[in-house]
Protein backbone atom coordinates (compact mmCIF):
# COMPACT_ATOMS: atom_id res chain seq x y z
CA UNK A 1 0.00 0.00 0.00
CA UNK A 2 1.03 3.62 -0.79
CA UNK A 3 1.63 6.36 1.47
CA UNK A 4 -0.52 8.23 -0.30
CA UNK A 5 -3.57 5.70 0.15
CA UNK A 6 -2.60 4.68 3.74
CA UNK A 7 -2.75 8.71 4.54
CA UNK A 8 -6.60 8.55 2.73
CA UNK A 9 -7.68 5.66 4.15
CA UNK A 10 -6.23 6.61 7.55
CA UNK A 11 -8.40 10.12 7.18
CA UNK A 12 -11.46 8.28 5.99
CA UNK A 13 -11.48 6.28 8.83
CA UNK A 14 -11.14 9.45 11.18
CA UNK A 15 -14.03 11.18 9.74
CA UNK A 16 -16.32 7.89 9.96
CA UNK A 17 -15.19 7.87 13.60
CA UNK A 18 -16.15 11.76 14.40
CA UNK A 19 -19.36 11.74 12.33
CA UNK A 20 -20.76 8.83 14.80
CA UNK A 21 -20.13 10.43 17.75
CA UNK A 22 -21.33 13.66 16.57
CA UNK A 23 -24.31 12.46 15.58
CA UNK A 24 -25.02 10.14 18.68
CA UNK A 25 -24.05 13.32 20.65
CA UNK A 26 -27.19 15.08 18.44
CA UNK A 27 -29.35 12.05 19.54
CA UNK A 28 -28.69 10.43 15.96
CA UNK A 29 -30.11 6.98 17.57
CA UNK A 30 -33.35 5.51 18.20
CA UNK A 31 -33.91 6.23 22.14
CA UNK A 32 -37.25 7.96 22.26
CA UNK A 33 -38.02 10.88 24.73
CA UNK A 34 -41.69 12.04 26.11
CA UNK A 35 -43.41 13.06 22.63
CA UNK A 36 -41.43 11.19 20.48
CA UNK A 37 -42.49 8.75 17.77
CA UNK A 38 -39.63 5.79 16.38
CA UNK A 39 -40.14 5.60 12.49
CA UNK A 40 -39.73 2.24 10.79
CA UNK A 41 -39.71 1.20 7.38
CA UNK A 42 -41.70 -1.67 6.36
CA UNK A 43 -40.47 -4.99 7.60
CA UNK A 44 -41.01 -8.35 5.56
CA UNK A 45 -42.58 -11.76 7.69
CA UNK A 46 -42.96 -15.03 6.28
CA UNK A 47 -45.12 -17.90 7.48
CA UNK A 48 -42.92 -19.59 10.33
CA UNK A 49 -41.75 -16.30 11.46
CA UNK A 50 -42.35 -13.74 13.98
CA UNK A 51 -42.02 -9.74 13.99
CA UNK A 52 -40.75 -9.15 17.92
CA UNK A 53 -41.10 -4.91 18.89
CA UNK A 54 -38.98 -4.38 21.90
CA UNK A 55 -39.03 -1.24 23.63
CA UNK A 56 -36.33 -0.10 26.80
CA UNK A 57 -36.28 2.87 29.67
CA UNK A 58 -32.89 3.28 29.17
CA UNK A 59 -33.44 6.28 31.91
CA UNK A 60 -31.10 6.44 34.70
CA UNK A 61 -32.51 7.99 37.78
CA UNK A 62 -36.19 6.30 39.33
CA UNK A 63 -38.90 8.55 39.58
CA UNK A 64 -39.88 10.22 42.79
CA UNK A 65 -43.28 7.99 42.70
CA UNK A 66 -42.76 4.23 41.71
CA UNK A 67 -46.18 4.48 40.28
CA UNK A 68 -44.95 7.49 37.67
CA UNK A 69 -43.48 4.57 34.86
CA UNK A 70 -42.63 5.83 31.08
CA UNK A 71 -45.48 4.41 29.00
CA UNK A 72 -44.40 3.26 25.60
CA UNK A 73 -47.25 1.97 22.93
CA UNK A 74 -46.45 -0.32 20.75
CA UNK A 75 -48.38 -1.76 17.33
CA UNK A 76 -48.69 -3.17 14.03
CA UNK A 77 -50.06 -1.43 11.08
CA UNK A 78 -50.38 -3.45 7.58
CA UNK A 79 -49.80 -1.36 4.10
CA UNK A 80 -53.42 -0.07 4.09
CA UNK A 81 -52.10 1.40 7.48
CA UNK A 82 -54.74 -0.60 9.65
CA UNK A 83 -53.71 -2.27 12.60
CA UNK A 84 -52.45 -5.86 12.82
CA UNK A 85 -52.84 -8.04 16.10
CA UNK A 86 -53.08 -6.42 19.15
CA UNK A 87 -51.39 -3.17 20.62
CA UNK A 88 -49.83 -2.75 23.77
CA UNK A 89 -48.95 0.09 26.68
CA UNK A 90 -46.18 -1.05 29.14
CA UNK A 91 -45.02 1.21 31.30
CA UNK A 92 -41.53 0.73 32.40
CA UNK A 93 -39.13 2.19 35.29
CA UNK A 94 -35.40 2.67 34.29
CA UNK A 95 -33.58 -0.22 33.19
CA UNK A 96 -36.90 -2.12 32.87
CA UNK A 97 -38.22 -3.39 29.09
CA UNK A 98 -40.88 -5.51 27.22
CA UNK A 99 -41.92 -6.34 23.84
CA UNK A 100 -44.91 -7.23 21.46
CA UNK A 101 -44.82 -10.29 18.90
CA UNK A 102 -46.98 -10.42 15.93
CA UNK A 103 -46.86 -13.85 14.46
CA UNK A 104 -47.03 -14.20 10.78
CA UNK A 105 -50.32 -16.16 10.96
CA UNK A 106 -52.12 -13.39 12.55
CA UNK A 107 -51.07 -10.43 9.75
CA UNK A 108 -53.57 -12.13 8.01
CA UNK A 109 -53.34 -12.91 4.05
CA UNK A 110 -50.95 -15.43 2.29
CA UNK A 111 -47.13 -15.98 1.75
CA UNK A 112 -45.04 -13.03 2.84
CA UNK A 113 -46.87 -9.63 3.95
CA UNK A 114 -45.21 -6.39 4.75
CA UNK A 115 -45.90 -4.92 8.19
CA UNK A 116 -45.04 -1.38 9.84
CA UNK A 117 -43.58 -1.50 13.52
CA UNK A 118 -44.86 1.54 15.53
CA UNK A 119 -43.32 2.42 18.85
CA UNK A 120 -43.74 6.04 20.35
CA UNK A 121 -43.55 7.34 23.93
CA UNK A 122 -46.89 9.70 25.24
CA UNK A 123 -46.32 13.29 26.09
CA UNK A 124 -47.13 14.32 29.55
CA UNK A 125 -43.99 12.28 31.17
CA UNK A 126 -41.66 12.65 33.15
CA UNK A 127 -37.89 14.08 31.82
CA UNK A 128 -35.40 12.29 29.96
CA UNK A 129 -33.70 11.17 33.12
CA UNK A 130 -36.77 9.29 34.24
CA UNK A 131 -38.14 8.08 30.39
CA UNK A 132 -35.87 7.54 27.60
CA UNK A 133 -36.54 4.64 25.34
CA UNK A 134 -34.65 2.90 23.01
CA UNK A 135 -36.81 0.25 20.91
CA UNK A 136 -36.33 -2.34 18.29
CA UNK A 137 -38.04 -5.03 15.77
CA UNK A 138 -36.49 -8.16 14.65
CA UNK A 139 -37.65 -10.56 12.61
CA UNK A 140 -37.45 -14.55 14.52
CA UNK A 141 -37.56 -17.70 13.18
CA UNK A 142 -40.26 -19.97 14.86
CA UNK A 143 -38.32 -23.45 14.86
CA UNK A 144 -35.17 -21.67 15.75
CA UNK A 145 -35.52 -18.53 17.36
CA UNK A 146 -32.95 -17.01 15.90
CA UNK A 147 -33.32 -13.53 15.04
CA UNK A 148 -33.38 -13.71 10.78
CA UNK A 149 -33.36 -9.58 10.94
CA UNK A 150 -33.25 -6.93 13.06
CA UNK A 151 -33.97 -3.25 12.46
CA UNK A 152 -33.50 0.50 14.40
CA UNK A 153 -36.04 2.80 13.34
CA UNK A 154 -34.53 5.69 11.28
CA UNK A 155 -34.64 8.51 13.29
CA UNK A 156 -36.62 9.63 16.31
CA UNK A 157 -39.75 11.62 14.95
CA UNK A 158 -41.27 14.59 17.16
Do not use: W
Not at 18 to 28: D, E, I, N, P, T
Not at 41 to 49: E, F, T, Y
Not at 96 to 124: I, K, M
Not at 141 to 148: C, M, P, Q, S
Amino acid sequence: MTRKAYIIGLASLLALAAGLVLGLARGGHAQLDPGNKAFFGLVGIAPGQTLRLAAVNAGFVEPPDPEDTCRVRLGFAGLDGQPLGERTELRLLPGTGGVLDLPRAAAGGRGRVEVHPLADVPDGQLDRSFCAVDVVAEVIDNTTGRTATYVLPVAPET
